[in-house]
């Protein structure tokens, strides 16, 4: 369970409070500007911010940051690459042990395996959002933070990243805080919808 009361950023962001179990997904929407890329960032104790959450009933407090920033993991809209080389982001992934996982995971985002020997400027920005997805998604975290990340896809991509996120909530009872703007994406996978507003917010 992923529980949020209060959580706020000064002038910037408005009191936001929520409760996800095992398998939910919070859609976030609104205007430019009403801080959803904000709340993401601080839920994922990357903003200062105000207000407390829980994972499992454990304050974020009693977390080190980089531990709860593994199993509260942000997906930001822009995508990082700190290599030339698309494997080398997946140092722990394609080891022995995961590659079964990794091409399982690729062939259901449509990519073929072969893209891991590419290097990361031949990648287009919907394959550098898959990708980026499923690095992500290789260290377990119990909580996505989802920000904009089917935003430079096509349909069928979306979908599939739809049923990838699904299918990853169900197998490791794992939740999901997703902003979009796609009303019938947020119809066909919300639990809650958020709306957020210059100063306000509406669950």
């Not at 950023?9 to 859609?27: G, H, K, N, R």
């Not at 990648?123 to 898959?130: A, M, T, V």
């Amino acid at each position: 369970m992923f529980r949020v009361e209060e959580l706020a950023i000064d002038a910037l962001l408005a009191p936001v409070s929520f409760t996800l179990a095992e398998q939910e997904v919070l859609m976030v929407s609104g205007v430019s500007g009403s801080g959803k890329s904000l709340l993401l960032r601080a839920l994922a104790d990357l903003e200062p911010h105000s207000g407390q959450a829980w994972l499992n009933a454990e304050k974020q407090s009693v977390f080190p940051p980089p531990v709860w920033r593994r199993q509260v993991m942000w997906f930001p809209a822009e995508t990082a690459w700190w290599d030339d080389s698309v494997e080398a982001h997946y140092p722990d992934a394609v080891t022995e042990k995961d590659s079964d996982w990794l091409v399982s995971g690729l062939a259901a985002l449509g990519l073929p395996k072969s893209i891991l020997k590419q290097p990361v400027t031949a990648l287009s920005s919907g394959e550098k959002q898959r990708l980026a997805l499923l690095r992500g998604l290789a260290f377990q975290p119990k909580v996505l933070l989802l920000d904009e990340v089917t935003a430079n896809l096509d349909p069928d991509s979306t979908l599939a990243v739809e049923v990838l996120v699904q299918s990853y909530l169900a197998e490791q009872q794992a939740c999901a805080v997703w902003v979009s703007h796609d009303p019938a994406q947020a119809e066909r996978l919300a639990s809650q919808q958020l709306v957020l507003s210059k100063g306000s917010t509406t669950l």
